[in-house]
């Protein structure tokens, strides 16, 4: 699912890529630590992104998808850590449902929600996203 803005699209072929690889059954318990560590850093990435588009768009939503965002961060390191503490089977099938829940729901629902308000925004969005970029760099 496409909303419109490369930036936001290619996040979320990154984060599915990740999501792939902790899903993969061969992938080893060390590299499940790995990936899931770089799935959080980049999704922390992806939000601060798709916050700023809301900005620049006047999404009605930014509060409440902020506030979406910060939970999920939450429930994605909790569930981290309850990992990393029993590296059970059904604790990686049952981090791996909710992480495949997660995101096809963010992108389905909250982001496909967004493209509706970028109509005729391309050159704010970008030049917002470079900014965005600066400052991260710094």
């Not at 990154?14 to 630590?33: G, K, W, Y």
């Not at 963010?106 to 970028?118: F, G």
Request: charged share 30%.
């Amino acid at each position: 699912m496409k909303i419109g803005v490369e930036a936001i699209d290619n996040d979320h072929k990154v984060l599915i890529r990740l999501l792939n690889q902790i899903m993969n059954p061969s992938i080893h318990t060390a590299e499940i630590d790995t990936v899931v560590d770089e799935l959080l850093e980049y999704t922390a990435y992806h939000f601060q992104r798709e916050e700023m588009i809301m900005e620049v768009c006047e999404y009605p939503g930014l509060e409440e998808h902020r506030s979406l965002h910060k939970n999920l961060i939450e429930e994605v390191s909790e569930r981290m850590q309850l990992w990393r503490n029993n590296n059970a089977p059904e604790v990686r099938s049952q981090f791996c449902w909710f992480l495949q829940n997660w995101l096809f729901q963010h992108i389905m629902k909250e982001d496909n929600d967004i493209s509706l308000y970028i109509r005729g925004k391309d050159q704010a969005i970008k030049e917002a996203l470079k900014n965005l970029k600066s400052s991260i760099d710094k």
